[in-house]
């Protein structure tokens, strides 16, 4: 039922329990627990991919996250597709959909399979010495085809409907690998009192142990060792196991990376669960059990559909009771392989002959192979495999010559050794040290705190790894400060010690520069391009490796690093520690954006501030724009309106009866103490000591530099209390510019700050009417103009709520700013709008807001200046104290540059035609019919219809601008240019008596 | 050498690819040359070529602490792009994107320049405020650049998303169409190989250990893990090591060196047709000819000089990123990297002589100096050659520190470019 | 003369969360952004009525007013009954500065057993017993925000923000608690 | 991500809560009206930028609030020690220059290909 290939007693596998899914369209029957490459291995299916470049026909390599060839994509749903999903690693489930890729039209008859016959021209690097001619050709055409013929799966095209989780967590100690280093590493410390968290990327944890069925520790199997361990550190309180989990990133601090994959497993996932959980740990200690990846073996035409990894052809009999083939051939240069072919002889499967590349392979497992009849060659190599989309046969031959025999298999196990996962201690920024008796780069200095146990840190034999592992478990328990546990103990025995290993091409890869010998399988990098590569000057492994992308593909090489390493080392006549190892970078397997964003998606992207009136502004139909993080209502259309028309509406009844705006979003500092004035001269170009309480002054903020950086309106409350406000934008970065001056360059003055943007809800009332607007409602300031002029400030109260009061005006008209603390923000606006309305005042929003401040000449910082403009090109020197000895920027604003003639200058634009508006950022010249690069005099910096002139107003950065006063300087635009005059930058009430009416 | 060609492919495609030689030489380092450039990148590299080439000068050695383009010339996302807003910038940028687009042609070497178009997004008033004087400026300068609508800029990227409902949602943006990438380990080879040919010297894994200066304070050459080398002329161009390599002659400059990461997702099938960049929502995002989506990250805030950087740094580029493209949450990160980036206070280059004489500097491209290779090489061989700076890089002295004159594209250059 | 007006509360009738972990806006009270030296702190205790904390990361409790340690110069003092706080400052002499952040902060309180996995959702500090016990409070961020940290009993945390953030803290929360809670 | 210790929290927090401030120890000129645009460039502009042992500030902007400094090293991103602001510049014994190799080198080219 679950395929031909299930042996009957083999596995861990229920089979009872089934699951169906379909490939490319087919459907595969399953056991809940196999992977799809187990489950088509059981089918019969060799054939699941095509590879990157060659397009040549792939199967099943690995048992694990390093397959490089059955790549798949798996979706659930349309919009719940992963292109390039391991098949050994991806777990069945009913329902399931998984295709193929990068094959066209399908996979047994793929097009792209041209390139294969095509390889001679399609050697390592051949694009750099092709393809330059014609000039346009490569972005017309030869790029284009590359592209198509490149990259593997599909990307998802809808919106991911998944989502993800992220937990931050602390541990004593981490345990990456959960084998049976890890699992006893993890008990050691758990014992001991130690908070540890345990992961494993598997579903079970065991690691090597799902294959290696000869291990029996404390007397148990290996494997159901592993498993009850795992139940036992689960029940501790002080432990989180984490299975299907990859700790993907080691990074500064011992801070690292783990994914957990929640319910990419499951066939109904509860739409609660997140898809994956993101895991930022911090751990105290961290002890690397990360095991070691078997290697494949370079020779020709290694890479035919059938031929894999032995241990994968292990995991496949004992864990999921799949034969990978009925007459097997093994090709090795390590001992392990040989327990491959014991396990698939004792299952019934004809061993063909074991073909060992060593003169002497270990004793025990050649007496063993001769006890189960198994025809061993050793001194022997495979030099060349045939079958089109499975393997068929492979051509066996004495090492240095001789005739080839050609013997029949249906599947071929390989081996050239292990190499240790050190992925996660290089990452760490530990040094890695080549050990040349046993041809392993293996942990050398440390640079975190952390410990790498078993075959990860070379660690040969069963029993020194778990010695090791409950040593470094209890050490790194007792390093963080955990007193309990008795030292433990536990033995474990196995069947073989392995020895042997090889790397870099063998016999038969053949130095012949046609012979398809793959390192990369699937970037389909073969020994000869390696050679190519160093033929070429290509001498450092990093050159190497981009010359030929070897290592580049999405298993980042943890097959064929090693494998190039060696073939250059052989090329270069150079030891392999003096070619350099490549940097392993993060993630040691990929991540899903998904899981890395987690939670930063839709309202959680990004927090969207809102004022107190939102809701107000939002039901009477204000439209919003974004400044920084705040939404701000922009205007307020009424049925028919066009932004223009609102917005000319606004501006003639603010000028002619009121209006309303939401100031709230203005920062806000309390500056309070003795030395507040004292402070705020040192921040302020301006004098503070002067302000008496009650009033308010226009202040500069300098960058030590001279530039401005901020300004604002602050408030004398009490001789050492002050109200200081901000730009909007500039409030967070100007409270960290004072805190910075307060605690490390004035530390001796008595003064505090505290932001307190957000206590107040201001509310702009501006307008002849203003006044009348609001004195019903205030109680307890007289706001009459003598009592409470321009630049003013009082606290009181308004409907009942204490208010303090501003009398000032960012629109050129009399008016006041309410601040009243923001829950009550609503209700006060709501109580001045019923008193507006009936007066004709209006709403109005910040586009508005700009184009009355420009009518009268008032600037905004980030706009009309953009951090190259001092205070005098913005003709607001009258704000620069002359008499002060210090403030920040008193030296900045004297630098050779900045008091040059011919600075730009801030200035007023009159187009000549009168209803022409300018385009902000729009550049300004003197000859509009100098030939390009013309010399720009400025830019537009504010432009707008100003309905109250009647005609278009703007402001702009002219270089000498004060002294062009009168000029005509022209904008020429794509389709005209226009001709304006330089001009004073008030355009309505130069004399200012609105402000006092 | 021998000329790359599609016959030269062909010939050798039929003999196994035996004939190929080194692209250049690795000869020991003689004892003295005209010129020694310190760092082994595109812009070193680069300048050694424009030296042998356009000003007679051939006894030159590249010096290179590692392996040729394995500092930021290897590391960067490969955006080219000239439209910035200042005349200094607009100067070299766009000289160097005309240089690019000759380039293959000039090198016999098939550097990949794709002009598939770079288009800044707009999100804001602000953003378009900005971007409109770009535009602007760009056009009268003679740079294309053109202001789009978002229907226009989805027509361009057809996966963007141009609805309002988007947090940030877009509201034109900025193309340039001569814009786009280029392979960044080809730039380094080309030169280097180019350069090789006219006799260049190029020499790697030697390490600067010393600047030696003779008794009237100009520099005589260089003290190296391979000993001392003579030298008329020093010039550095060690991006991120500037400062470690300008200290040895007392040189302090106005830098600091940070992290810079970028990332490559898992390699697909062609979705994204050009670059795109975002400056408020902080993310830029291309796809490489292999298939990978190549997305730059921000820089850490911290001086570091270890090529690594912190997990949150690319978790936040990634937000930006789903956020604009929401179909990419099941897309798969495959790798990740940093590179040390040296910036100024102002975010523009430093390009001309020091207080010692002989003894000039390339540094501080920050975030964005792979576009420049070409123009940058270019001017810095003439500052070389010449002793003073070319007209198109006069605005990239050091003394605009004392001065005030900086360049100040910094508002402009908010994310990293 | 015009009538009380209405307050408003930012998250007023959101509640979210899990069996594991309750999410709920906190009642208005009043708050204190509280300067001083380290001559005021006897007189200021006296006069609040809790002694101002001077260790990193603890706060004081008396019949729910709270002082909280920001810094070494700074608390943020909550009280749930609304009392007059800054009436109580304006009485003491001694150098200080207090500021009235009642209606700057909102509260978002985090109950149940999983109440600490629902905030380490997006908050990077380490919330284990030992460490962060019952009483604990840091300045802190959750996620893209900055939140003020206390933890009121053993399942019971109260988290304190700016309220235009107070949206993206409930919902940041709410994820969380729905994810510890599984 | 960094862990930083904060010398006023008396503990180690992540990075998320800091913000870097620059070089410390750059004394802000009390005379500052009078010096020479050379000094002020100086003071404003150039910086070590060591490869090694560099003292910097930090802000715990999303902790205590305090400004303090740190003594690191840039090439292992480790801290040596973190201190209050206005304590006097400290003695790292015996570290003064980088402590690792910070490229990805290989170690000759002298070699020739077969």
């Known amino acids: 039922m679950s395929g031909a290939n299930r042996i009957a007693g083999q596995g861990r596998l229920t089979p009872a329990k089934t699951a169906r899914f379909t490939f490319d369209g087919k459907t595969i029957d399953a056991l809940v627990g196999d992977t799809v490459a187990s489950a088509l291995l059981a089918n019969g299916v060799h054939l699941v991919g095509r590879s990157f470049k060659y397009h040549r026909p792939r199967g099943i390599l690995s048992a694990g996250p390093e397959e490089p060839n059955a790549l798949i994509d798996v979706s659930r749903d349309a919009a719940r597709r992963q292109p390039n999903v391991r098949a050994p690693v991806q777990e069945v489930f009913d329902g399931m959909k998984v295709e193929s890729q990068n094959r066209f039209p399908s996979l047994a008859f793929d097009i792209g399979g041209i390139n294969n016959l095509l390889s001679p021209f399609f050697a390592a690097g051949f694009y750099y010495k092709t393809f330059m001619w014609p000039k346009a050709a490569w972005e017309k055409v030869y790029e284009p085809f590359i592209r198509k013929a490149a990259g593997l799966g599909v990307s998802p095209t809808e919106e991911d409907p998944d989502h993800y989780a992220n937990r931050y967590a602390h541990c004593d100690v981490l345990v990456a690998g959960a084998g049976v280093a890890g699992l006893s590493a993890a008990l050691a410390a758990a014992e001991a009192g130690a908070r540890v968290i345990l992961v494993d990327e598997q579903p079970e944890v065991g690691g090597a142990l799902h294959f290696d069925t000869s291990v029996k520790i404390d007397g148990q199997s290996g494997y159901d060792w592993a498993q009850a361990t795992a139940a036992k550190l689960k029940a501790m309180e002080n432990v989180t196991v984490l299975t299907r989990t990859t700790a993907f990133g080691y990074y500064n601090h011992n801070f690292v990376g783990l994914v957990e994959r929640v319910t990419d497993h499951l066939p109904k996932p509860d739409k609660k669960l997140p898809r994956e959980r993101l895991w930022q740990v911090r751990a105290k200690r961290v002890i690397l059990a990360t095991g070691s990846i078997e290697r494949h073996m370079v020779f020709a035409n290694n890479d035919r559909p059938g031929i894999m990894l032995a241990s994968a052809a292990r995991t496949y009999l004992n864990h999921f009771g799949v034969a990978v083939g009925r007459k097997v051939g093994v090709y090795t240069a390590n001992d392990s392989a040989y327990e491959a072919a014991f396990d698939l002889k004792r299952a019934g499967v004809t061993i063909a002959a074991i073909v060992d590349n060593r003169d002497k392979p270990g004793d025990a497992v050649l007496t063993e192979a001769r006890r189960l009849g198994i025809e061993v060659l050793t001194g022997h190599s495979v030099i060349d495999t045939k079958g089109k989309l499975r393997v068929s046969s492979m051509s066996v031959a004495r090492n240095g010559g001789g005739s080839a025999r050609s013997i029949a298999i249906d599947a071929l196990l390989m081996s050239a050794g292990w190499t240790p996962s050190v992925h996660l201690f290089s990452q760490s920024r530990g040094k890695v040290a080549y050990d040349a008796a046993t041809g392993r780069f293996l942990p050398g200095t440390y640079a975190q705190d952390c410990l790498s146990v078993g075959s990860c840190n070379g660690t040969d034999g069963l029993q020194a790894t778990i010695e090791e592992s409950l040593a470094a478990g209890e050490l790194m328990a007792r390093a963080t400060g955990n007193e309990g546990g008795n030292k433990l103990e536990l033995s474990g025995e196995n069947a073989f010690e392995w020895t042997g290993g090889m790397a870099g091409a063998a016999e038969g890869a053949g130095i012949d520069t046609t012979v398809k010998a793959f390192v990369d399988f699937q970037n389909d990098v073969c020994a000869k391009d390696i050679r190519l590569a160093v033929r070429e000057g290509m001498h450092s492994i990093e050159h190497i490796k981009r ?116 100031a709230s979003t203005l920062g806000k500092i309390e500056v309070v103490g003795p030395d507040a004035a004292e402070f705020l001269n040192l921040m302020y170009t301006n004098a503070w000591d002067t302000l008496k309480p009650g009033r308010c002054r226009y202040g500069i903020m300098l960058r030590e530099d001279g530039f401005v950086y901020d300004d604002g309106v602050v408030g004398r409350l009490a001789e050492d209390r002050f109200h200081v406000t901000t730009t909007t934008g500039g409030a967070p970065r100007v409270m960290n510019h004072m805190e910075d001056y307060l605690q490390t360059e004035f530390p001796h003055l008595k003064v505090w700050l505290t932001s307190t943007t957000e206590q107040w809800a201001v509310i702009a009332v501006q307008g002849p009417k203003a006044r009348e607007i609001l004195e019903p409602l205030v109680e307890g300031i007289d706001i009459s103009n003598e009592a409470f002029p321009h630049m003013s400030v009082r606290e009181g109260k308004i409907c009942g709520v204490p208010t303090r009061l501003f009398r000032m005006s960012f629109t050129g008209e009399a008016g006041y700013e309410v601040n009243v603390p923001a829950d009550y923000g609503q209700a006060i606006w709501e109580a001045i709008w019923a008193r507006a309305e009936p007066l004709g005042a209006c709403a109005y929003g910040t586009e508005t807001m700009h184009v009355l401040r420009a009518e009268k000449g008032y600037i905004i910082v980030g706009q009309d200046t953009d951090g190259t403009v001092t205070p005098y090109d913005a003709s607001l020197g009258w704000a620069v104290s002359k008499k002060k000895t210090d403030f920040v920027g008193i030296r900045g604003l004297k630098r050779p540059d900045l008091v040059k003639e011919g600075r730009k200058q801030l200035v007023g634009l009159l187009t000549k035609d009168p209803n022409v508006v300018l385009e902000e950022g729009a550049q300004i010249v003197a000859d509009p019919n100098e030939p390009k690069p013309m010399k720009m005099l400025g830019h537009v910096t504010s432009s707008y219809w100003s309905e109250n002139c009647g005609r278009s107003i703007a402001m702009a950065l002219v270089a000498g601008g004060q002294a062009r006063l009168g000029q005509t300087l022209y904008v020429p635009m794509p389709d005209r240019t226009i001709a304006v005059e330089v001009s004073e930058m008030v355009f309505v009430d130069k004399e200012g008596g609105r402000l006092n009416g | ?96 994107l005309k240089l690019w687009e000759g380039l293959s042609q000039d090198l016999n070497y098939n550097v990949m320049y794709s002009p598939r178009g770079v288009m800044m997004l707009s999100h804001n008033v602000h953003d378009k405020q900005s971007f409109q004087r770009h535009v602007h400026a760009n056009r009268l300068y003679g740079i294309d650049n053109e202001w789009l609508t978002p229907q226009q800029a989805k027509e361009f990227v057809p996966v963007l998303d141009i609805s309002a409902s988007a947090r940030y949602p877009i509201n034109g943006a900025a193309l340039q169409r001569r814009g786009g990438t280029a392979r960044h380990d080809a730039v380094a080879w080309g030169y280097a190989r180019a350069a090789s040919d006219r006799g260049v010297h190029v020499i790697q894994n030697c390490e600067v250990k010393g600047i030696r200066r003779g008794p009237d304070g100009a520099v005589t050459g260089v003290e190296t893990s391979k000993g001392f080398i003579g030298a008329k002329k020093v010039a550095v161009s060690a991006s991120g090591h500037n400062s470690v390599i300008l200290s040895m002659a007392d040189v302090k400059l106005p830098l600091h060196s940070v992290p810079l990461q970028a990332l490559v997702s898992e390699p697909m099938k062609p979705i994204f047709p050009c670059v795109v960049m975002s400056n408020s929502v902080h993310a830029y995002i291309s796809q490489s000819d292999k298939g990978e989506l190549v997305i730059g990250a921000g820089t850490d805030q911290y001086n570091s000089y270890s090529q690594t950087g912190g997990l949150q740094i690319i978790t936040h580029t990634l937000d930006a990123i789903c956020e604009l493209f929401p179909m990419f949450r099941r897309v798969k990160m495959m790798r990740q990297w940093g590179g040390i980036t040296d910036n100024t206070p102002d975010r523009s280059a430093i390009q001309g002589v020091t207080p010692v004489k002989n003894l000039f500097v390339n540094c501080g491209w920050g975030t964005g100096g792979f576009k420049a290779t070409p123009g940058s090489a270019h001017l810095f061989a003439y500052l070389i050659a010449k002793g003073e700076p070319h007209r198109l890089a006069a605005g990239l002295t050091l003394d605009r520190f004392r001065t005030g004159r900086l360049i100040d594209e910094a508002a402009a250059a908010a994310v990293a470019h | 003369m015009a009538d009380q007006a209405l307050r408003k509360a930012p998250l007023a009738g959101r509640h979210g969360g899990s069996s594991g972990a309750r999410v709920t806006p906190a009642d208005p009270a009043t708050r204190l952004a509280l300067r001083a030296g380290p001559d005021a702190i006897g007189t200021l205790s006296l006069a609040f009525g809790l002694e101002l904390p001077q260790r990193p990361k603890t706060s004081a409790s008396v019949s729910g007013r709270h002082a909280l340690w920001l810094g070494p110069d700074e608390w943020l003092l909550i009280d749930e009954n609304g009392a007059d706080l800054m009436g109580i400052a304006s009485g003491v002499s001694a150098l200080h500065s207090a500021t009235d952040v009642s209606h700057r902060n909102t509260a978002i309180l985090v109950s149940g057993p999983d109440a600490a996995a629902a905030i380490a959702a997006a908050c990077p500090l380490d919330l284990g017993k030992s460490v962060f016990p019952v009483g604990a409070a840091a300045r802190t961020v959750l996620g893209k925000i900055e939140i003020v940290l206390l933890r009121t009993g053993e399942e019971d945390y109260r988290v304190e923000c700016w309220r235009s953030f107070s949206s993206y803290a409930f919902g940041m929360l709410v994820e969380g608690a729905e994810d510890a809670g599984l | 991500m960094l862990l930083i210790y904060c010398p006023y929290c008396e503990e180690e927090r992540s990075e998320l809560e800091f913000r870097h401030g620059g070089d410390a120890h750059i004394a802000r000129p009390t005379n500052m009206a009078d010096i020479s645009d050379e000094e002020f460039q100086e003071f404003f502009f150039l910086r070590d930028n060591p490869k090694g042992l560099i003292f910097e500030r930090w802000r715990h902007i999303h902790g205590c609030g305090r400004f303090f400094n740190a003594a690191r090293d840039t090439v292992s991103d480790k801290f040596y020690m973190s201190y209050k602001a206005g304590e006097p510049k400290p003695d790292i014994p015996g570290v003064t220059t980088a402590t690792e190799k910070t490229v990805e080198t290989y170690e000759a080219t002298e070699g020739t290909a077969k």
């Not at chain 1, 040691?588 to 890395?596: D, E, I, K, R």
């Not at chain 1, 939404?631 to 028309?645: C, F, L, N, V």
């Not at chain 2, 040729?68 to 996302?77: A, E, F, S, Y």
Request: aromatic share 10%; net charge neutral; hydrophobic share 35%.
């Open chain 1, 547 to 662: 010359f030929t992308t070897n290592g580049m593909a999405t298993d980042q090489g943890k097959l064929s690093n090693i494998h190039g390493l060696a073939i250059a080392s052989e090329v270069l006549n150079r030891e392999i520690p003096k070619i350099g190892l490549t940097t392993f970078r993060a993630p040691y397997t990929p991540v899903t954006f998904g899981a890395l964003i987690s939670h930063s998606r839709g309202d959680l992207f990004d927090p969207a501030r809102k004022t107190p009136m939102h809701a107000w502004e939002e039901a009477h139909g204000a439209v919003f724009e974004d400044v920084g993080n705040w939404k701000r209502a922009w205007y307020y259309p009424r049925s028919g309106e066009t932004m223009h028309d609102a917005v000319n509406r606004e501006c003639r009844t603010v000028r002619n009866a009121a209006g309303l705006f939401d």
């Open chain 2, 1 to 96: 050498m021998r000329k790359y060609s599609v016959f030269a492919v062909a010939r050798e495609a039929m003999r196994g690819h035996k004939g190929w030689e080194a692209q250049w030489t690795s000869p020991e380092p003689r004892k003295e040359y005209d010129v020694i450039i310190v760092g082994g990148g595109g812009h070193g590299l680069g300048a050694a070529y424009y030296l042998a080439k356009e000003h007679g000068i051939t006894n030159i050695a590249v010096i290179e602490k590692g392996w040729l383009g394995g500092g930021n010339t290897g590391r960067n996302t490969t955006i080219i792009r000239s439209n910035y807003l200042y005349d200094e910038s607009m100067d070299i940028y766009e000289h160097s």
